[in-house]
């Protein structure tokens, strides 16, 4: 029976020599390699400042804090996503407002953005389900419909004259996605990336977050905020301490610890380095998919977009199912065929820490979603023999139930 792992990571030896030389050199923590990879992706984000961390949600809690996002503040985001968007707003005391997705996609509803904003609202996080991008521009045009009302943000050591809301991206999964011919990681404000074991591009662990000037702060004061935020809020790295008569160093700011090491970095920076084939690879395995699999069975038309290029993250698939449990009985027998198939995603309100941020009548288009899609295998090593062996269980298995 042929197996068909999930997203297991894609790991050369060109990849285990870049961290070997990062121990053997003796520096093994945040050093030369994290800085040459910010550098590398900011290339990546056309021009956008870099921020490597040790995950995306570290990236976006930091944002919030940045921004001196807290309590008695709103920020809006998707009810279809994992639960590190919503936890980042709590964990600085400001409440998350939960909206639907649209009823032609899995990102954010613009119109239920629109009817979300209260002057208590401070920020929108955008997630890019898949690694299809938002349409930042309806965001951007929601935000200035609503910049009259704007109370200001707090207080904060950055940012004392914003005008506006402040759009995030949770782009975990859409690293090297486009929109409109401009790159993720420039299409908002602030945008968070994950690098974690099962992304097209991983660190192990790790993540990035990418920003311009704002709110009269330019991108490089953003840098080093984040930077002080990332270690204790200690105003010099372990770089700059070991550089001669170096070691004093103060702590501004009770800050947290979250940057990425060299080891992460160099595996990152060996990845990037053939990041553009892995996009069209798996841009080809996903148009296989669509090739292949029989009406009712559908997964977007991403591969068609032209003005909006997906980075393949999910291959989210639609099917012809009366419930969720037809669904789920789908992916039991897809894993007696040896095919582990997962489902992107559970509607957070449904999870019991959130049960108290909305009912299913809320979110009716998310509730459709997560009851007839599932999530097919899709990683960048996946063999032809694999994805036919996906394609044809799956049809057979549907075949059967109907």
Not at 215 to 233: C, K, N, P, Q
Not at 291 to 312: F, G, N, R, T, V
Not at 331 to 342: H, P
Not at 372 to 387: A, D, G, I, K, Y
Request: include cysteine.
């Amino acid at each position: 029976m042929t197996k068909v792992p999930f997203s297991p990571p894609e790991i050369t030896e060109e990849d285990i020599l870049a961290v070997s030389d990062v121990l053997r050199s003796g520096w093994i923590t945040t050093g030369a390699q994290a800085k040459q990879f910010e550098r590398e992706l900011s290339d990546w984000m056309s021009g956008a400042r870099v921020a490597v961390l040790n995950s995306a949600t570290a990236g976006m809690e930091i944002t919030l804090r940045l921004l001196g996002i807290g309590a008695g503040d709103e920020v809006i985001t998707s009810v279809y996503t994992y639960a590190a968007t919503v936890n980042v707003i709590r964990h600085v005391g400001a409440t998350p407002i939960l909206v639907d997705i649209a009823h032609d996609g899995y990102n954010l509803d613009i119109t239920a953005v629109d009817r979300a904003i209260t002057p208590k609202t401070k920020a929108i996080i955008a997630v890019d389900i898949g690694g299809y991008p938002c349409d930042y521009d309806a965001l951007y045009r929601v935000i200035e419909a609503h910049r009259a009302s704007f109370s200001g943000l707090p207080k904060s050591r950055l940012f004392n004259h914003a005008d506006r809301i402040t759009l995030i991206a949770d782009a975990a999964h859409s690293l090297g996605a486009q929109y409109y011919g401009r790159k993720s990681g420039s299409l908002a404000d602030f945008s968070a990336f994950s690098f974690h074991a099962v992304k097209n591009l991983t660190t192990a662990e790790g993540g990035a977050l990418s920003f311009h000037s704002l709110f009269g702060v330019d991108a490089e004061t953003i840098y080093r905020e984040v930077m002080l935020w990332s270690l204790h809020g200690q105003n010099k790295d372990a770089l700059a301490k070991a550089q001669g008569n170096g070691w004093e160093y103060d702590i501004l700011f009770s800050g947290y610890k979250c940057n990425m090491p060299d080891i992460m970095a160099a595996l990152g920076r060996s990845q990037l380095g053939r990041y553009a084939q892995t996009l069209s690879r798996r841009k080809t395995l996903y148009q296989s998919y669509r090739q292949m699999l029989p009406s009712p069975i559908s997964l977007p038309a991403w591969d068609e977009a032209d003005e909006y290029q997906s980075s393949y993250h999910l291959a989210l698939v639609c099917l012809p199912i009366k419930d969720i449990q037809e669904r789920n009985r789908i992916i039991t027998q897809m894993a007696e065929a040896g095919i582990v198939c997962n489902v992107h995603f559970k509607p957070l309100h449904l999870m019991t820490a959130f049960n108290d941020l909305g009912r299913d009548n809320d979110f009716l288009q998310a509730m459709q979603r997560y009851q007839q899609v599932m999530s097919l295998p899709l990683f960048n090593t996946m063999s032809e023999e694999q994805l036919s062996y996906v394609g044809e269980n799956l049809a057979q298995i549907v075949k059967n139930l109907r």
